[in-house]
Every structure is written in C-alpha cells, then in structure tokens.
Nanobody
Framework: VQLQASGGGLVQAGGSLRLSCAAS????????MGWFRQAPGKEREFVAA????????RYADSVKGRFTISRDNAKNTVSLQMNSLKPEDTAVYYC??????????????????WGQGTLVTVSS
C-alpha cells in the first residue's frame, strides 16, 4: 500500500485547507485510515481517524468541531477538511492506513502504512 498526501500550504489563521490522501494497492475499503501530525520539536500526534466504510470517526480534542475526515472508497482517497485553522495547527500532516481488517485507532502503532507528509503552515 502506498499513500500520497497532498493539499498542504500556507494559510492565515482562521482560514481553511483540505488535505487529500490517495492510496494505491489492495483492500482500501477494509482499512481504517488516520491523519496524524508532527510539529517541529514535538512528538507525532493523532488528529483524526475513520472506519472502513466511513460510518465512524474519531478526532483529537484539539481539532474537534474544526476538522472533518472523510473517505471515498470508490476513489481510494481519504480527506481532511480543516477549518478555523490556528497557528498551533502548523505541522507536517501524515495520512496512515491500517492492515486490512484492522479497526481504526488513535494510536500511531496501529497503522502499518504511512504517506510522506504534507506541510501545513498557519500564520497569525
């Protein structure tokens, strides 16, 4: 499974960005997907996750109500809509996929495949 994240960039505080992650390989619709981020000098942290068919989602408290994760299994893509961005959202954002059949999780260790990351910079 290969993951390619895109959509990062520079945005002012209060603005919006939409990240996308395209997956290649088999069994996308039976893999939970997640987004994580890593700010400079900090540990990688969970942002959002979505179940196989998109019926269940989870969010970090810091982004709840501002970010929305979604997926399109027909197109093998997962997206992260980010609204009301804050400077503290500045980070490299990574999409991740579990092994086929695994449940979504907030733990990075649950994810077997990772994209290369896309940088989001929010200016104040």
């Amino acid at each position: 499974v290969q993951l390619q994240a895109s959509g990062g960039g520079l945005v002012q505080a209060g603005g919006s960005l939409r990240l996308s992650c395209a997956a290649s390989g088999r069994s996308f619709s039976s893999r939970a997907m997640g987004w994580f981020r890593q700010a400079p000098g900090k540990e990688r942290e969970f942002v959002a996750a979505i179940s196989w068919k998109g019926g269940s989602t989870r969010y970090a408290d810091s982004v709840k109500g501002r970010f929305t994760i979604s997926r399109d299994n027909a197109k093998n893509t997962v997206s992260l809509q980010m609204n009301s961005l804050k400077p503290e959202d500045t980070a490299v954002y990574y999409c991740a996929a579990t092994h086929a059949g695994s449940l979504m999780s907030t733990a990075s260790s649950a994810y077997a495949y990772w994209g290369q990351g896309t940088l989001v910079t929010v200016s104040s």
